[in-house]
């Protein structure tokens, strides 16, 4: 089992960056595929981007690829988001997770951290 940290959330304007960071518990933080989700008020919770347990295969959703990269330091426990030109509808809170099966499959995730919150001011 793995617990899950994250932090780095806050206010931005529109067209900023933040980067999120998520601290794993555990010897075997490397054996597991990380990733991160997203929900806004009133919608699904949605899939942003996974990464390998190398961190040499990732995955983004459309609604963020060239804006985000997610990666990853099995040293250090710890898996990223960078957020650049950040949106109003990226508003949300959003979570870490780990899994381990398919890095690029949403239904994957087993583990969750507790969120935080990315508020987009426009």
């Known amino acids: 089992q793995v617990q899950l940290v994250e932090s780095g959330g806050g206010l931005v304007q529109a067209g900023g960056s933040l980067r999120l960071s998520c601290a794993a518990s555990?010897?075997?933080?490397?054996?597991?595929?990380m990733g991160w989700f997203r929900q806004a008020p009133g919608k699904e919770r949605e899939f942003v981007a996974g990464i390998s347990r190398s961190g040499e295969s990732i995955y983004y959703a459309g609604s963020v690829r060239g804006r985000f990269t997610i990666s990853r330091d099995n040293a250090k426990n710890t898996v990223y988001l960078q957020m650049n030109g950040l949106k109003s509808e990226d508003a949300a809170v959003y979570f870490c997770?780990?899994?381990?099966?398919?890095?690029?499959?949403?239904?994957?995730?087993?583990?969750w951290g507790q969120g935080t919150q990315v508020t987009v001011a426009s």
């Open positions: 997770a780990a899994g381990q099966g398919d890095y690029s499959s949403r239904f994957r995730y087993e583990y």
């Open positions: 555990g010897r075997t933080f490397s054996s597991y595929s």
